[in-house]
Nanobody, 132 residues
Framework: QLQLVESGGGLVQPGESLTLSCAAS????????LGWFRQYPAKEREGVSCLSSADGSTYYTDSVKGRFTISRDIAKNTVYLHMSSLRPEDSAVYFC?????????????????????????WGQGTQVTVSS
């Protein structure tokens, strides 16, 4: 069974850091594109950051560039999103997601495929709240 389980969400103050974890089971991470997405109340899910399994390239949405970092630990089969200098507008439910690299067109840039319709394996989400 393919499964992603997020953890690490919580309440932090503006300017603080938080690292989200996404433990994968049934997936061999080197063969999957990985992504973090977030969803605000009554809004559509949006791409935050994605990692290509083909060349290790990464994508970050403009609002998190320089503050968030996506990474993976192959030995632990876990994906991370390290978030620093958090802002109230970062408050959302965060989801990790994966899609098999064999479904991705090799020429497709990571920036183009970091969108919810491109991914088919999803975690349950974890709430991040940034508030003083």
């Amino acid at each position: 069974q393919l499964q992603l389980v997020e953890s690490g969400g919580g309440l932090v103050q503006p300017g603080e850091s938080l690292t989200l974890s996404c433990a994968a089971s049934g997936l061999n991470l080197p063969f999957y594109y990985l992504g973090w997405f977030r969803q605000y109340p009554a809004k559509e899910r949006e791409g935050v950051s994605c990692l290509s399994s083909a060349d290790g390239s990464t994508y970050y949405t403009d609002s998190v560039k320089g503050r968030f970092t996506i990474s993976r630990d192959i030995a632990k089969n876990t994906v991370y999103l390290h978030m620093s200098s958090l802002r109230p507008e970062d408050s959302a439910v965060y989801f990790c997601a994966a899609v098999g690299s064999w479904t991705i067109t090799s020429s497709q840039p990571i920036s183009d495929m970091c969108a919810p319709p491109e991914f088919d394996i999803w975690g349950q989400g974890t709430q991040v709240t940034v508030s003083s």
